[in-house]
């Protein structure tokens, strides 16, 4: 009886375990960004398969992104899914709210312009880069897509944006001064300390 009431017990702390990766698996959000058909010419004919392109972030400054291909459209989305977790990025946001400073990115014929933005502006952007700028937890933002419209290019063109991105900290730690020297007033009327939180 007793080793029953153990083995029970054991369970139940698995149970708990699991129940912890659910939660932190609930709080990423998963957007579907493209869905394309493909096929491959074989002997008999042609053959279908889908490709698609998935983001996911959880809101507070990591996001992913991944690309799946299956002979059936869930199981795509569940393979680019499981890549975009794999490969996620952390951004640091100022304020928790918009981007430190106006960034521009680049892949292949993709050129994307990203400007951070006063309290209030909301995602001011497009297609696939909404789709990375929500799921990243960014609420204010300017974004302007001036190259490919190509949802692969413009992703990637994104992410090389994205990870140019340097809070003040960062900077400062480079330099070996403090992050308030750096900083002094903001040419937007943001105080230091306000800087420095995001």
Do not use: C, W
């Not at 083995?7 to 139940?12: C, L």
């Not at 892949?107 to 951070?116: D, E, I, P, Q």
């Not at 937007?188 to 306000?194: K, L, R």
Request: proline residues 4%.
């Amino acid at each position: 009886m007793a080793r029953g009431d153990q083995q029970r017990g054991g369970g139940d702390r698995r149970d708990r375990r699991n129940n912890n990766d659910d939660r932190a698996e609930s709080d990423i959000v998963e957007k579907l960004v493209h869905i394309n058909r493909v096929a491959a010419t074989v002997k008999g004919g042609r053959r279908f398969s889908f490709a698609a392109l998935m983001v996911v972030g959880d809101q507070k400054g990591r996001v992913g992104f991944g690309h799946g291909k299956a002979r059936e459209v869930p199981e795509a989305i569940r393979k680019a899914t499981e890549e975009a977790k794999k490969s996620m990025v952390r951004v640091p946001l100022r304020e928790s709210r918009t981007l430190h400073h106006d960034g521009a990115g680049r892949h292949g014929a993709g050129k994307v312009m990203l400007r951070s933005a006063p309290p209030g502006t909301g995602v001011i952007a497009g297609g696939p880069m909404r789709a990375v700028l929500e799921t990243l937890g960014v609420q204010d933002v300017v974004a302007k897509s001036i190259g490919s419209s190509n949802p692969y290019n413009m992703i990637r063109a994104t992410f090389d944006a994205l990870k140019q991105q340097a809070s003040p900290r960062q900077v400062a730690s480079k330099r070996g001064k403090k992050a308030s020297d750096i900083l002094g007033r903001r040419a937007d009327g943001a105080s230091a300390d306000a800087a420095l939180e995001g």
